[in-house]
């Protein structure tokens, strides 16, 4: 069964300090994984998006990391600030035969509150 | 940039009435996905659909139906409502036609339907 696990289920950091979210995946056959980040009643927008051959993305402040060999992937909050109190939702698609529809598994996310 | 417009945002309905979700997706995205949120819960897959074809169906209740229409709106009708249908409904669009190696795929802001 197809399973993204991450951890930990919530942090709370203060602003200005660096942080770093877990994922592990058990989703086959793999095709990417996301990292999207969700404010409360929002819908989730994306961070960044890693193929099987990325080991490593960055977008301004978040980096991800992905080793597809042990199936998993780090989400590194850097300098952080108080608008990045949101959930962080680590996603993996999984591409189903025939290449062209793919589907997500969603982690449950990481709630990160920055405090000031 | 365009981004996906969901409607209405908010919707209040009554215990065994109907409702009909809509989604606008990205101006020239050929497939679109349905999801449930519940309060704290990880958004759950209900149904895709791919250049007005039903793609994919996840957990959709049989209560529930979906379509696309010719110009790729789409539209969730749910009928029979019941207390736990009371979440948040995202759409998000991503183009697989495109001959993209991934589908990243781009959500809606929600719509936060509660059931009384």
């Known amino acids: 069964k197809n399973q993204v696990e991450q951890s930990p289920q919530s942090l709370i950091i203060l602003e200005g300090k660096n942080c770093t979210l877990q994922c592990n995946y058990t989703v086959s056959p793999f095709s990417n994984l996301r990292w999207y980040k969700q404010d409360t009643g929002r819908g989730p927008v994306s961070l960044t998006i890693?193929?099987?051959?990325?080991n490593t993305k960055s977008n301004g402040r978040y980096t991800a990391t992905l080793d597809a060999d042990t199936k998993q992937s780090s989400l590194h909050i850097t300098a952080s600030q108080l608008s990045d109190s949101a959930s962080y939702i680590c996603v993996v698609s999984a591409q189903r035969s025939g290449g062209s529809n793919y589907k997500l598994t969603f982690g449950k996310g990481t709630l990160l509150t920055v405090n000031p | 940039a365009a981004g996906v417009i969901q409607s209405p945002r908010h919707l209040i309905k009554e215990k065994r009435e109907t409702a009909t979700l809509k989604c606008y997706p990205i101006?020239?995205?050929?497939?679109v996905y349905w999801y449930q949120q519940g309060p704290g819960q990880d958004p759950q897959f209900l149904i895709s659909?791919?250049?007005?074809?039903?793609?994919d169906k996840g957990s959709i209740p049989d209560r529930f139906s979906a379509q696309q229409f010719s110009d790729y709106h789409s539209e969730l009708n749910m009928s029979s409502l019941e207390l736990g249908d009371s979440a948040l409904y995202f759409c998000?669009?991503?183009?697989?036609?495109?001959?993209?190696?991934?589908?990243?795929?781009?959500f809606g802001p929600g719509t936060r339907l509660t059931v009384l």
């Open positions: 659909f791919y250049e007005k074809m039903q793609s």
């Open positions: 101006p020239r995205h050929d497939t």
């Open positions: 998000a669009s991503t183009s697989l036609g495109a001959g993209y190696s991934y589908n990243e795929q781009f």
């Open positions: 890693m193929t099987f051959s990325e």
